[in-house]
């Protein structure tokens, strides 16, 4: 492997040089990640899943309110990195509640607690918590100008105030990628409403709108229809390190719950281990997962009684809409269940 530096490629300077392959291999360019999360379960399965990526690197982490209270999402996260021995990554405070909406949280699904109110004997200190999520991403992203792919699992508040902060934010973007929103109007929270869209109606609208970097949205459809066999989840759960069976812990209540009938009901596609967020995490650090995908404006409605929150997909092109967004349909399945796996090795 080898990367590229000022038009020279590096191999055929450290072959020049005599370094050994292992030094071009280090210069390989890290893919940069700025991840936006509201650390719930699925959240922390895609924290991990980055954290165990060889050529990622998190410049930061900011939480929002969503699955759970801004300060649950705060301390879930460092409950995460501390498992993964990583606390070295600022986590930052952000938003605690929506732009205009009615709060809302997923508590009967992800636990009270946003991770499976499994109580923590040892807790990290909140001390090593972050002030002004929005301005840190502004700030990372603006030092590392079209470097950065932003990785949004969590209502989308924080983005939403960041562009209103800085119109200009979302031209550095190297790239967004979303996991939200639906294509089918396909609902897991209102009958047409997606979790995280539904939470903040406003800030997914201004996002969608604003944001005119290259974004990839996995839906909660795509997610549905590419889920994983329960037995994949149990082998998974399974493997004997300390990350499995702090997975297994949090994540028990989610299973448990999803085997109910009100949740059979909302599933799309075969009943499976659904990991939403690693879906959108795994698409931005590894270019060939996604299979098949379709390019097409979209946007979100704020006014309808049954639709408040509902992604809005424009095949029609009348929102004359120049910007796109790439919206995910099938991932290579085996790579994805290999990345999950080292998440937790
Ligand atoms: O609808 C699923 C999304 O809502 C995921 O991000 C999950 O963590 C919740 O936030
Ligand atoms: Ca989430």
Request: net charge negative.
């Amino acid at each position: 492997m080898s990367c590229w530096i000022a038009g020279v490629q590096v191999q055929q300077v450290s072959h020049q040089l005599g370094s050994s392959s292992q030094e071009s291999e280090s210069c390989r360019m890290k893919k940069k990640l700025f991840l936006d999360v509201d650390t719930g379960v699925d959240d922390a399965q895609a924290i991990m899943m980055a954290l165990a990526a060889p050529d990622v690197e998190i410049l930061g982490i900011s939480c929002c309110h969503g699955n759970t209270s801004l300060e649950n999402a705060l301390k879930n996260t460092l409950r995460v990195l501390k498992v993964c021995n990583r606390l070295d990554i600022p986590v930052y405070r952000g938003c605690a509640e929506p732009m205009l909406a009615r709060q809302r949280h997923a508590g009967d699904f992800h636990g009270k607690d946003g991770l499976g109110d499994v109580p923590d004997p040892d807790p990290p200190s909140l001390d090593l918590l972050k002030k002004k999520a929005v301005q840190a991403m502004i700030k990372a992203v603006r030092e590392n100008p079209g470097e950065v792919t932003l990785v949004a699992t969590a209502p989308l508040t924080n983005l939403g105030v960041a562009v209103l902060l800085d119109p200009n934010f979302p031209k550095k973007l190297k790239a967004l990628y979303i996991m939200g929103g639906n294509t089918e109007s396909r609902g897991n929270t209102t009958v047409c409403g997606e979790f995280n869209f539904v939470a903040d109606p406003e800030a997914a609208y201004i996002v969608l709108d604003r944001y005119t970097c290259p974004t990839y949205i996995a839906t909660w459809e795509f997610s549905g229809r590419n889920s994983l066999p329960w037995s994949f989840c149990d082998d998974w759960l399974a493997q004997d390190t300390d990350k499995a069976r702090f997975m297994e812990k949090i994540s028990r209540h989610t299973r448990e719950v999803i085997q109910t009938e009100r949740y059979q009901k909302e599933m799309v596609g075969k009943s499976g281990f659904n990991a939403c967020d690693a879906y959108a995490l795994a698409a931005a650090i590894d270019d060939g997962l996604v299979t098949e995908s379709e390019e097409v404006a979209v946007t979100v409605e704020l006014e309808g009684t049954y639709t408040r929150g509902m992604m809005v997909v424009d095949y029609m092109g009348l929102l004359k809409k120049k910007h796109k967004a790439v919206i995910m349909k099938k991932v290579d399945l085996e790579r994805f269940k290999q990345m999950l796996m080292n998440a937790l090795k």
